[in-house]
């Protein structure tokens, strides 16, 4: 192959080899297109980034609206756009919104600018409201005004709800809001709002400053507005209305609802300016429309408003069957204001009207009635220099209750600023007239009058508001002038009336008033007023200044005089609340505030009562305030005492419950203590003069009160306390009685807890107590003669205390208590613990218990009333009681020769003061007057006052003792009789007289009747019998001087009788009452002595018998010693020492040792100091025989006898012998014989009953 076919071969494959390779790179390019197409195609149906963006959603959501975002799903990519389901914002917990589909793609191009943005943002199914979307959008600060970017082009809205407070906006269609930028919107939507069809379409943008709507047309059902020009903040905009139905704008528009209008509205306007200067032009019509109700079937109208200019023109209108037209003009730009009116209404009824108005004058247009006829004006000219005329032809109109007929009248302007006003009715039958010169100028005064005569005050009431219910009757007159510039006017007026009678108020008689008012101040003047008020005397003057920037300040003044309380009551609820009574003078001022007044007053009254205190005089100070009464100082004299008070009286307004109420305090000085039933309205049982403090005032169901005091003579129904001092605090549901100490009976006494007060309707009678009261000291003679009249002569001192409940009317107690010590006349118990309960009719005794040093004694019983009488049941029982101490209250002298133990019991029942019962008394020992007994048994029983004991046994030194007594316990009385017999004479004289010197043997027999007043000795009247038998007196020592006469013996008797009485402390000697000597006695035969014996122990003592004269001395001693002895035992002194030494000049001498003789003689002087005088000896006589002084007879002890009624026999036989007698001269001897004899019968044959 030659060189050139080499290199054209090698070209060749040269070639080849660069076309493969431009081959090769086209197929690659192509494989490249191809690959980024099929990525691309790829890309756009894969889902990536989606992560990404729902973490950059939540971090911006959370750093640029402060919200918490769910996201259901995110799909799609960057290149087609993404989209979101069930997003859901919420903040703090509470969902803001929800959007059921959101989608979002990206503007390419604005990528590439580097400004990138979302060509669309789609939403589906919006749910959210205005406010949360509001509350969602960032809060940025604006840096300067020209427009920025919006990174959103275009917001498609579709089946979305929008809640606002025009309505719900439904986007059922599409709505498209493009955004240029934040100052540029291009609206094109279709919703529906409140059910109605709404469209907006349009441009909103910001040009040259201002807000501009361009072609803004907004669309309502079949109505529509289109708005152009500026918005703000300057207005210069045109607005074309064409068939809007004000209907449905009221249903997106709800405000426009309260202007009361339908109808369709068409016309045109323009408003220019802003502020003040806005300035507007246009015309329109309304028809078909209801205005407030009123139909208007055809108003057309024109207007130019402008600064300083008014131009208004309504055509011929007709509104229900009137007619209107007229035109209005004022160019207030002008120096004189220039005025044309033209104005033309006819047939104008208020019938038609009224209804209209009902809301706005709350239902008072209804009461108009009637009509005018015709009114035109005619006016034109400067404000100050109007022309023409106002006329109203004659019409009829009513309001309420006031009918005026005929009312005409005209007002015409002649040039002048004022026109002459003559207007005239008639209103039943009497003229009412309003004629003068009304000025509408500024410097030209108005002078008008008016006047009525005689008008029913009721028709006027009637059109008053608030007044429309009060019945009232009467005629008012009234008359008066209105004169002044304009806006500068005085009026001046004066009323008067006979008599006005309001009810349930009173009469007012005499009404005058006189006053004015300045329209310049806006002050009313009451020259003078004066009338007579249901019997009151009323005067008043001063101003008033009413104006609206002043304090409406008030300044009156007046007196009122014979102002009855109880007649005020319903103007005054306040006086009947506090139940307030009496007729007041006094003067009154108020001032302040016409909304806000103090009223004061002083005035007083003679006589009065608060609740129920009658108050003798009462004078007060008062002042009233923002619903507050004040009265300081309250005095008043009432209830036997003084008090100085302060009161203060709530009325609704100024309580927080919208009630009256009062608080009342003070301090009292010497008042009854039925000042509380005054405060209670009770009527319980007290009384007593007490000093202290009160307060008291109203309280939710009744009254709250408080008492503290000191009091003397104090009395609640039958208890007494001589003083009492204590706290007392009442409430409406109790009584809290704190401490009330006093002096009850000279005990101290004290008493606290409550009184529960009764239910409403109750009486306080049915109160319940809980109350605990104590005692000490309380004497018991007091209380039961206080309250127990019928138990007597029982003493002691009582410390006690108890528990007491039940009710006012009905009180109970329960109780224990010590009386120490408790005396019964003259016996005593050193302390009685006593258990009871009861109340006013029943004390019930449960356990008395004696404390005695040895044995017991207890009681128990009930007291209860019955019918009207107290009656009792008890038992009484006493074992091992030591008598000396149950007698500690005896006489001492008594008591010292008293004791013994004893038993006793008893059971009673029956009336207080005519107790029936039994009982007995029991002693196995018992010592009275020194005089020991022994077995001592004496039953008794009680009956009718009276207390018997009849069988009374005892043994008494060997001798019997048995009788009866009885005690009168209603007078106090006493009586009864005792026998003893056969006691020993000589331990009875040792028991009875133990420091007797000498001694008397013997038995005897005893038996005595007696009786007296309980407890005084002086009293005591009786008289008995006593004989000593066979017995011997020796040791006294007028018997030892004459033993030696007596042959050393004793002196001795066969029997000592006598009789005797006892009147008060006057022994009497009975006469016959004798000693009669043992057989052969050698010192006397016997000797008889009768007398008298004082209580002052004066003796006056008669004595005879027959006696050997040589003992005369010691028998004379023997009867001087048993003498004072028995005085003694009384006095209780019984050493008399020599009684008789000497008392007839020795021992008579040389008589023989039987010789006898019959000796009388009188003793006198006293039992301390006899006195024997007339000692008379007669002849001389020998005994010449030992026989028996005395025979037996019916007088034994064996063979007495009684009478029916048991009193004594006493039987006496005389005989006289005549026989020849021994011794002495014949007359001597034989009168001595006659007198010995007689004598010596007489004394055989004397019976004392023994």
């Known amino acids: ?337 220039y005025m044309t009116l033209a104005a033309d209404i006819k047939n104008f009824k208020f019938a038609d009207w009224s209804p209209q108005f009902e809301k706005e004058t709350k239902g008072q247009a209804l009461f108009l009635k009637g009509g005018i006829s015709s009114l035109s004006a005619e006016l034109e000219g400067p404000i100050n220099a109007l022309k023409g005329r106002i006329d109203l032809s004659p019409s009829d109109l009513s309001y309420r209750e006031i009918k005026l007929k005929g009312l005409s009248g005209s007002a015409v302007f002649d040039g002048r600023p004022a026109g002459d006003l003559d207007i005239s009715a008639t209103a039943e039958g009497k003229r009412v007239a309003l004629k003068g010169l009304l000025s509408l100028g500024d410097k030209v005064p108005t002078d008008v009058a008016f006047s009525v005569e005689g008008y029913p005050i009721e028709k006027v009431l009637k059109c008053l508001p608030g007044a429309d219910k009060a019945a009232a009757s009467g005629a008012v007159s009234l008359k008066g002038t209105c004169r002044g510039l304009t806006g500068r006017w005085v009026v001046d007026a004066a009323a008067s009336s006979a008599a006005i009678t309001l009810q349930k108020v009173g009469a007012l008689s005499n009404v005058n008033v006189s006053g004015s008012y300045s329209a310049t101040d806006k002050k009313f003047t009451l020259a003078r007023s004066s009338a007579e008020f249901n019997g009151a005397k009323l005067t008043a003057s001063g101003t008033a200044l009413l104006g609206e920037s002043q304090d409406k300040l008030l300044d009156f003044k007046g007196a009122f005089r014979d102002a009855d309380a109880k007649r005020l009551y319903q103007l005054i609820p306040a006086l009947k609340a506090l139940d307030i009574e009496g007729v007041a003078s006094g003067r009154w001022s108020a001032s302040g505030q016409l909304s806000s007044p103090v009223v004061k007053a002083d005035f007083s009254m003679p006589s009065g009562q608060f609740r129920r205190l009658r108050l003798s005089r009462f004078n007060t100070k008062a002042e009233y305030s923002e619903g507050v009464m004040r009265l300081d100082p309250m005095k008043a004299e009432g209830c036997g005492g003084r008090g100085i008070l302060a009161c203060e009286i709530k009325l609704p307004k100024a309580s927080a419950d919208g009630r009256t109420s009062w608080k009342l305090g003070g301090k009292v000085a010497g008042v009854d203590l039925s000042i509380v039933n005054g405060l209670l309205k009770t009527s319980e049982d007290i009384s007593g003069k007490v000093t202290g403090e009160i307060t008291a005032g109203s309280a939710p169901g009744g009254l709250e009160w408080a008492l503290g005091f000191d009091g003397e003579k104090v009395r609640w129904r039958e208890f007494r306390a001589d003083t009492l001092k204590g706290v007392i605090e009442g409430a409406p549901k109790e009584i809290l009685i704190k401490k009330a100490d006093g002096i009850f009976l000279n005990g101290e006494t004290s008493v606290a807890g409550k009184i529960i007060m009764p239910p409403s309707g109750e009486p306080f009678s049915n109160a319940k107590l809980v109350l605990s009261a104590s005692v000490s000291k309380l004497n018991v003679y007091e209380l039961l003669r206080r309250h127990l009249p019928a138990v007597r002569s029982i003493q002691g001192l009582i410390e006690a205390s108890a528990d007491v409940g039940g009710t006012l009317s009905a009180p109970t107690f329960e109780g224990s208590g010590r009386i120490a010590p408790l005396r019964c006349r003259g016996f005593m118990l050193p302390m009685m613990d006593v258990k009871c309960h009861g109340s006013l009719k029943e004390i019930v005794i449960g356990d008395a218990r004696a404390l005695l040093h040895d044995g017991t004694v207890k009681a128990s019983g009930r007291i209860y009333e019955e019918n009207g009488k107290w009656l009792s049941k008890f038992s009484v029982a006493g074992e091992n009681v030591d008598m000396k101490q149950f007698g500690a209250y005896l006489p001492q002298d008594f008591r010292a020769r008293f004791g013994g133990t004893a038993n006793f019991s008893m059971n009673g029942s029956g009336e207080l003061s005519k107790l029936t019962g039994t009982g007995s008394f029991t002693a196995p020992e018992l010592r009275i007057m020194g005089i020991e007994f022994k077995d001592v048994s004496a039953p008794f029983f009680v009956s009718q006052n009276y207390m018997m004991v009849e069988d009374l046994h005892s043994e008494m ?15 106090n009385k006493w009586g009864g009789n005792l026998t003893v017999m056969s006691s020993d004479v000589e331990a009875l004289v040792k028991q009875a007289a133990p420091n007797l010197k000498g001694n008397i043997t013997g038995l005897g027999d005893l038996k005595i009747r007696g009786g007296g007043e309980i407890g005084r000795a002086s009293t005591v009247r009786g008289g008995g019998a006593v004989k000593l038998h066979d017995g011997e007196i020796t040791s006294f020592d007028a018997i030892e001087t004459a033993k030696k006469y007596t042959g050393g013996k004793p002196l001795r008797f066969h029997s000592v009788q006598a009789t005797f009485t006892y009147d008060g402390g006057d022994i009497n000697i009975l006469p016959g009452s004798q000693a009669t000597a043992p057989k052969n006695d050698t010192v006397y035969s016997y000797m008889m002595l009768d007398g008298f014996i004082s209580r002052k122990k004066e003796l006056h003592l008669f004595s005879m018998g027959k006696v050997n004269i040589r003992a005369l001395n010691s028998l004379m001693g023997a009867f001087g010693s048993i003498a004072d002895a028995g005085s003694d035992i009384i006095s209780g002194k019984v050493d008399s020492g020599e009684l008789l030494h000497n008392v007839v000049g020795g021992v008579i001498t040389g008589l023989t040792r039987k010789e006898f003789r019959f000796v009388t003689l009188n003793v006198g002087g006293t039992t301390e100091k006899p006195d024997f005088y007339n000692v008379k000896v007669q002849g001389t006589t020998m005994q010449t025989s030992a026989k028996e002084s005395i025979p037996t007879s019916n007088s034994d002890p064996d063979e007495r006898s009684l009478t029916k009624e048991g009193n004594t026999t006493f039987r006496f036989k005389f005989e006289i012998p005549v026989g020849p007698g021994n011794g002495g001269s014949a007359g001597d001897a034989a009168k001595g014989q006659v007198v010995g004899q007689t004598l010596e019968n007489l004394l055989k044959n004397v019976d004392f009953g023994l």
Request: net charge neutral; charged share 25%.
């Open 957 to 971: 030194n060997g001798g019997k003792l048995s009788g009866g007594v009885g005690f009168d316990l209603k007078d």
């Open 1 to 337: 192959m030659d060189k050139e076919s080499k290199n054209i071969e090698i070209k060749t494959v040269e070639e080849k080899k660069a076309s493969l390779g431009r081959r090769r790179w086209k197929t690659f390019l192509f494989i490249a297109a191809v690959f980024v197409c099929g990525g691309l195609f790829a890309l756009s149906k894969m889902n990536f980034l989606g992560d990404l963006v729902y973490e950059k959603v939540i971090e911006t959501a959370a750093e640029a609206i402060s919200s918490d975002v769910a996201i259901g799903g995110i799909s799609g990519n960057p290149v087609t756009g993404f989209k979101a389901e069930d997003v859901e914002l919420s903040r703090y917990g509470e969902r803001m919104l929800f959007v059921k589909n959101v989608g979002v793609k990206i503007s390419w191009p604005s990528v590439v600018t580097d400004s990138p943005k979302l060509s669309l943002l789609s939403v589906e199914g919006l749910d959210a409201s205005l406010d949360d979307l509001l509350e969602l959008m960032p809060k940025k600060e604006k840096k300067s005004d020209e427009p920025v970017d919006v990174p959103i082009e275009k917001v498609a809205i579709s089946d979305s709800t929008l809640r606002t407070k025009w309505g719900t906006i439904n986007f059922k269609k599409p709505g498209v809001v493009k955004i240029r930028n934040s100052q540029d919107f291009r609206l094109d939507i279709a919703a529906v709002v409140a059910s109605r069809d709404f469209t907006a379409s349009g441009a909103v943008a910001k040009r040259g400053g201002s807000w501009r709507l361009d072609k803004f047309r907004l669309g309502l059902e079949g109505g529509s507005a289109e708005l152009s020009g500026a918005l703000y903040p300057s207005a210069d905009m045109t607005i074309n209305v064409a068939s809007l139905n004000i209907s449905d704008l009221s249903e997106i528009l709800p405000e426009l609802k309260g202007y009361g209008v339908r109808g369709v509205l068409s016309g045109s306007a323009s408003f220019r300016g802003g502020g003040k200067n806005i300035a507007s032009a246009g015309s329109g019509n309304l028809h078909d429309a209801v205005v407030k109700g009123i139909p208007i079937s055809d108003l057309q109208t024109k207007w130019d408003l402008k600064p300083g200019h008014i131009a208004v023109e309504v055509g011929q209108g007709k509104v229900f069957d009137s007619v209107l037209s007229g035109k209005l003009t004022i160019d207030g730009a002008s120096a004189d204001k």
